[in-house]
């Protein structure tokens, strides 16, 4: 166990003591014929911000059981504050123990670890040599221009909502959200742009992107709800997705919607005449 125990050396002291009660619970059960580390601890790569994450291979004949019980078998590892079952997965859990570590659990039968991919994995227990079993994720396939220009579309979609919907009605916390939204599908194009990246875990955020893209996006305003701020953070995300976005999909060969971006500027055109004409007679009538 000692290399299991250098991997998990990078989390928070708890998950020591946490691996050692999981180790206790399984060596005596007999329907557990395997188990594994998965996630970041799995691939060699955890941090402060890892959790424990394993995969357990039951026998056929003790599955359900073990599948409809699934709470029981917790209790013995740990208790928990917050333990729900995996949509479509029965067996499987994501947990927090009461001292707010982190433990997930994927549980398959074992005539069915062929048909699951796993990320890479490290072997905590195998009775019956079944770690051959486990077909391995690979990293993903490359940038997707399909996937890209649905982005796009999505973007110059809500772009046009936003005049009417967050300006007009002088709603600010919706344009907050509108702002962070943008942002957001910033992130995604340059993420589906960097496609194939090595599997990772969904709270490894910038590790996604690569140094100008993450600090391009370190750069942007975060919004308040106000006027002022909610439009110059819509700007500057706006002109951040034409500008990144429309050279990081260019550079992959993807055709920019041309018509998009054409109608959608002269409508914020007129849209920002508006808005100053606006505020220029709401100063004006304040000042008297």
């Given at each position: ?182 942002q957001t599908m910033l992130y995604q194009l340059l993420v589906e ?96």
């Amino acid at each position: 166990m000692t290399g299991v125990r250098d991997l998990l050396s990078a989390l928070p002291a708890g998950y020591s003591a946490l691996f050692d009660r999981f180790v206790a619970a399984v060596e005596p059960d007999d329907r557990i014929r395997a188990c594994w580390l998965s996630g970041s601890v799995g691939r060699g790569v955890a941090d402060a911000g890892s959790d424990l994450d394993v995969v357990l291979a039951v026998t056929d004949e003790d599955f359900a059981e073990f599948a409809e019980r699934w709470r029981d078998w917790l209790a013995t590892v740990t208790p928990a504050i917050i333990a729900r079952e995996l949509p479509g997965m029965p067996g499987s859990f994501y947990s927090v123990t009461a001292t707010c570590e982190r433990f997930d659990v994927v549980a398959l039968p074992v005539s069915r670890l062929m048909e699951s991919s796993q990320p890479a994995l490290v072997t905590v227990m195998d009775r019956d040599n079944l770690t051959g079993r486990v077909v391995i994720e690979q990293p993903s396939r490359g940038p997707d221009g399909q996937r890209m220009l649905e982005i796009v579309e999505e973007f110059y979609r809500q772009q046009a909502i936003f005049p009417a919907a967050v300006v007009a009605r002088q709603d600010w916390l919706l344009g907050v959200v509108g702002v962070i939204n943008t942002q957001t599908m910033l992130y995604q194009l340059l993420v589906e742009a960097n496609q194939p990246l090595p599997v990772m875990g969904i709270k490894q955020w910038s590790a996604r992107l690569t140094p100008d893209q993450r600090l391009a996006l370190e750069g942007l305003p975060v919004p308040q709800p106000n006027r002022d701020s909610v439009i110059a953070a819509m700007l500057a995300a706006r002109e951040a997705f034409r500008t990144l976005g429309r050279r990081t999909v260019s550079g992959l060969g993807v055709a920019w919607p041309e018509n998009l971006d054409e109608a959608v500027a002269d409508y914020y055109a007129k849209e920002l005449s508006s808005w100053s004409a606006a505020r220029t007679t709401a100063n004006d009538t304040s000042a008297e």
